[in-house]
């Protein structure tokens, strides 16, 4: 008899064998995958995090803060090998009416617990300003710095358009290797025992309401792992699973693409940090240009209006060219196909977007560099918060719904799954996560008019 069976070797699945079997002595973990760990959509993130979080509540930054505390414990105890970093978000304008919506997001963020506001305006009564270290997470500012003196921002972000007018620094953020941290918590649920498993999970037996058995198909044939738990973490095909378990999951998914590209020319320094423009923006085209595009159908959608949220950030150690830049405007829900469907116009649309707040990127515009395109799906609840906890099948467990946040929330909810499987105490935000929240009318009517979701 298994004790725990998890389905899905993403970050998900792996986080929580790993506080299964190495935080709460779990002894007789299998986890099931039909891909090699981290291949299906944990290998496609950006690696980056933030306890940046809009309300309603103080629950997605209480779980985020928890997550970012685990991830700092775990590249102190393993020399840095998750590279963590703490170089902050910037969130960037052009917009003059948007200085007051940074700063009042900056103050809800504050009210909530992400720490403290600093305003610099340039008036000689401003706090100091602490750039972002590079490399290092420790003795770093939290909260936000908002950056109103057009000096001060050209000083320390001279790349940016001068048309910015204010950026918002928000500090308890940054990236790390997310494959390293999958590897470590692999390495460590494997030296505690958990056993990992290819195949595919193709049933699970459930008879009177309680998991009994799951069933997988592997190379080798078929095999029942008999068990009374059930973790699903399948990333973008956990409806599947649900409808294994005989249920219908609240959750959908959004293709997101990502390239990376060589920046031959230096125009991102390799010590900025990730860098979102916040303004809707029309791609720039010269004359000529836009004339052409204007006359072809099937090009009209290029002179449309673009979605604000185009964002890069550099990537790689010393003597790397690498950004990566993604752009969400694909927006529709999707069934997810697999192989994720690549946009060949997506590389140049994200690139001509990027020199509206880069300018300096715009030579690439004229001969693509070499770039690199993938993607994945971004599976999701409509509020952007994820499924964790059990599910109405006694024993089945649910680890999924982790949207653009999967890697940043993989250690707090890892956390909190083994907790619900093993009656641990629940921290105070459990209870937004759990599946079961929806059985709630006035949870129902609540996210009917949430607001922000936080998504990037
Ligand atoms: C372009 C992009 C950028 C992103 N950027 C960030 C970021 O900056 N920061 C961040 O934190 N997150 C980011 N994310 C989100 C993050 O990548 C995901 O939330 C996370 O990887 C989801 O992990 P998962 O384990 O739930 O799913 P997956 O990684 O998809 O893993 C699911 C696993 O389940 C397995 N599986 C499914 N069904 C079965 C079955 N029946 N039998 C056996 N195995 C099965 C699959 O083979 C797969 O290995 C980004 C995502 C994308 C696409």
Redesign the pocket.
Same mark, same amino acid.
């Given at each position: 008899m298994t004790e725990v069976v998890i389905?899905?070797?993403?970050?998900?699945?792996i986080a929580a064998a790993y506080h299964l079997a190495v935080k709460q002595g779990v002894r007789d973990v299998v986890l099931?995958?039909?891909?090699p760990?981290?291949? !299906?959509?944990?290998d496609?993130?950006?690696?980056?995090?933030r306890n940046w979080w809009p309300g309603p509540d103080d629950a997605m930054l209480r779980f985020m803060d928890r997550s970012i505390d685990l991830l700092e414990e775990i590249d102190a105890a393993s020399d840095h090998r998750i590279r963590l970093n703490r170089r902050g978000y910037l969130y960037a304008t052009g917009d003059p009416a948007k200085r007051a919506t940074f700063q009042e997001t900056g103050e809800r963020a504050a009210a909530l617990g992400a720490g403290p506001l600093r305003i610099h305006r340039g008036d000689g009564h401003d706090p100091v300003y602490t750039p972002g270290n590079a490399e290092d997470w420790r003795d770093q500012p939290t909260g936000a710095d908002l950056l109103l003196d057009p000096a001060l921002i050209r000083r320390h972000f001279p790349y940016l358009t001068e048309q910015t007018v204010a950026v918002l620094h928000a500090r308890r953020c940054g990236?790390f290797s997310g494959q390293q941290l999958g590897a470590y918590m692999l390495e460590a649920a494997r030296a505690a025992g958990m056993r990992l498993v290819n195949?595919?999970?193709?049933g699970v037996d459930a008879p009177g309401g309680r998991v009994a058995a799951v069933r997988v198909a592997t190379v080798g044939g078929a095999e029942t792992l008999a068990t009374g738990a059930f973790v699903a973490?399948?990333?973008? !095909?956990s409806g599947? !699973?649900g409808r294994m378990l005989g249920l219908e999951l609240p959750i959908f998914s959004e293709l997101?693409?990502?390239i990376a590209l060589e920046d031959r020319l230096g125009v991102i320094p390799r010590d900025a940090p990730l860098v979102i423009w916040e303004d809707e923006q029309f791609l720039p085209w010269e004359a000529e240009e836009r004339a052409a595009l204007a006359e072809d159908p099937a090009s009209a959608h290029l002179l449309a209006r673009f979605p604000a949220g185009v964002h890069f950030r550099p990537e790689g150690g010393h003597g790397a060219q690498t950004v990566l830049m !993604?752009w969400a405007y694909h927006l529709a829900p999707v069934a997810p196909v697999l192989p994720a469907p690549l946009d060949p116009e997506f590389p140049e649309t994200v690139l001509r977007g990027m020199t509206t707040l880069a300018p300096g990127l715009a030579p690439y515009l004229a001969r693509l560099p070499k770039s690199y395109m993938d993607?994945?799906?971004?599976t999701k609840t409509q509020e952007n918060r994820p499924l964790i906890g059990p599910l109405p099948v006694a024993g089945a467990y649910i680890f999924?719904a982790?949207?653009?946040?999967?890697?940043?929330?993989a250690c707090a909810g890892g956390e909190l799954l083994a907790a619900h499987m093993t009656a641990a105490p629940l921290p105070a935000y459990a209870p937004a996560f759990l599946p079961s929240r929806y059985d709630d009318p006035a949870y129902r009517r609540k996210v009917e008019q949430w607001g922000s979701t936080g998504q990037l």
């Open positions: 389905c899905g070797a993403g970050i998900a699945g099931v995958d039909e891909r760990p981290m291949s !299906l959509t944990s496609k993130s950006t690696e980056a995090y990236w195949g595919r999970v193709t973490a399948a990333g973008p !095909l599947d !699973l997101h693409l990502k !993604l993607g994945g799906y971004y999924a982790l949207s653009g946040y999967g890697l940043m929330a």
